[in-house]
């Protein structure tokens, strides 16, 4: 596909469950971020890939969260021991980053309710 | 402490009227300011990218301007449409990092026919 997609497109779980997020983002692009966006507000950033490595986790809340690109394409969020506070869209998008003009491509997200 | 701050919260204009929507932001040191487009249960759509030396910056209907002294950005849309109804969200990036984008909390904007 063109664009950045992510799966499952909505998933409730309830609380104390593992849940786990995918990515795919555009191919080609070595950079991808996971933000978080509440109700309301912009999306808080949670972590950057470059390639395979983190090269930024400093925005995850704790270390229920945990992220991973293997193989520097699809990326996974996981969240253990989920809790309501975790009810939220998480949004994935990807860039190829040029300096000084980096667009970040987003996808459609996934809505999470922890129950 | 960096932050991104937008007025006003949420508008409403009828179709076809002008609009303009505010940014104000204390990141410093700054490299770009960016808007973002979201609609209703979709990712953000990027509109325009402006470094600290560009005063103004089309896309179709949308114009984006930027005041570096003032840390005061404005997205001005003209003609609107239905389609236009969204969330806007202004977006800068903070110098230090490449990467570190600090968000506004976004305007709802309502079209009305």
């Known amino acids: 596909g063109a664009g950045v997609s992510q799966t499952p497109s909505n998933k409730v779980t309830e609380k104390g469950k593992y849940v786990e997020l995918r990515c795919d983002p555009i191919s080609g692009h070595t950079a991808l971020y996971w933000y978080r966006q509440s109700l309301g507000q912009g999306p808080e950033f949670l972590i950057y890939?470059?390639?395979?490595?983190?090269?930024?986790d400093s925005g995850l809340p704790n270390d229920r969260f945990f992220a991973v690109r293997p193989e520097g394409s699809v990326s996974t969020l996981k969240i253990q021991r989920t809790e309501r506070g975790d009810s939220a869209v998480y949004l994935c998008?990807?860039?190829?980053?040029?300096?000084?003009?980096?667009?970040?491509?987003f996808g459609p997200g996934t809505r999470l309710l922890v129950l | 402490k960096n932050q991104v701050e937008q007025s006003p919260q949420s508008l409403i204009i009828l179709e076809g009227k002008n609009c303009t929507l505010q940014?104000?932001?204390?990141?410093?040191?700054?490299?770009?300011l960016r808007w973002y487009k979201q609609d209703t249960g979709r990712g953000p759509v990027s509109l325009t990218i402006?470094?600290?030396s560009e005063n103004t910056k089309s896309n179709g209907r949308y114009t984006a301007t930027l005041d570096a002294d003032t840390k005061q950005s404005s997205l001005h849309i003209t003609a609107s449409q239905l389609s236009d109804s969204a969330s806007y969200i202004c977006?800068?990036?903070?110098?230090?990092?490449?990467?570190?984008?600090?968000w506004g909390a976004g305007t709802k904007l309502i079209i009305k026919p």
């Open positions: 940014c104000n932001y204390t990141v410093s040191p700054f490299s770009n």
């Open positions: 402006m470094t600290f």
């Open positions: 890939f470059q390639g395979t490595g983190a090269a930024d």
């Open positions: 998008a990807s860039s190829l980053p040029e300096r000084g003009e980096e667009t970040q491509y």
């Open positions: 977006v800068v990036l903070h110098m230090d990092s490449n990467y570190q984008l600090i």
